[in-house]
């Protein structure tokens, strides 16, 4: 339904929404937006807090239900707090999970990221170009705990061993035999203090999660 070519800034109307929805970030599979607050005569991503969770919808089905109505410029300032140039996904690995062994080291974790990317195919390395970020477990019932601010070690970007080894150290406590994941991966989840956050989950997001069909039992 979208006439035009989807763009940050860009506002929408989608179907079933009482309010226009604007583009914050967005890739081929996933468009994160924000929703206009009419009681406040603004959208809601204009009164930063604490913490943001950003709103999203499967590209496809953005695609098919949203009427473009008009672009609204995307300001520098907009474009350094929201960092839509950062990966929405980072370190999906299948044959990886957080129950396995922790690796000790970040030179342990780059190794079985090595062996990991041989088996599979679609999987490459990742640098994340943010020296600063916030990464949230998930408790052993699948809810997202309180994040913790990491500072990458080279004070520029994160390697994904250097980030997934953060997610390990931080997952482990929160691990029970029962397992809610299947993989590894970090999602980006939104802002805490103005800190790009990510959660800690499988090898696919909970939006594709909950998407799957379900194992039916033999």
């Known amino acids: ?57 499967p590209w496809k089905r953005f695609a098919s239900l949203a009427t473009y109505l008009r672009t609204e410029e995307y300001t520098q300032a907009e474009f350094k707090i929201h ?46 170009d943010a020296n600063e970020v916030v990464l949230l477990p998930f408790s052993p019932k699948g809810s997202v705990k309180p994040g913790t601010r990491l500072s990458s070690s080279n004070g520029n970007v994160f390697d994904e061993a250097e980030l997934l080894w953060h997610a390990w150290r931080l997952q482990k406590p929160f691990l029970r035999e029962s397992r809610v994941t299947d993989g590894v ?7 805490e203090r103005r800190i790009p956050s990510y959660y800690i989950w499988g090898s696919h997001s909970r939006l594709e999660q909950q998407r799957r069909p379900k194992a039916q039992n033999s």
């Open 185 to 191: 991966g970090l999602y980006r989840s939104g802002l």
């Open 83 to 128: 960092r839509p140039d950062l990966p929405m996904a980072f370190g999906q690995y299948l044959n990886i999970q957080w129950h396995d062994k922790a690796p000790e080291t970040i030179a342990r974790a780059s190794e079985l990221l090595g062996v990991a990317r041989a088996s599979e195919t679609a999987a490459r390395p990742w640098s994340l």
């Open 1 to 57: 339904m979208t006439s035009s070519p989807i763009e940050l800034g860009a506002v929408y109307r989608y179907d079933g929404f009482e309010h226009p929805i604007r583009v914050i970030a967005f890739d081929n599979d996933l468009v994160m937006y924000d929703t206009w607050w009419p009681h406040e005569k603004a959208w809601g991503l204009a009164m930063l807090k604490r913490s943001i969770s950003y709103y999203r919808l």
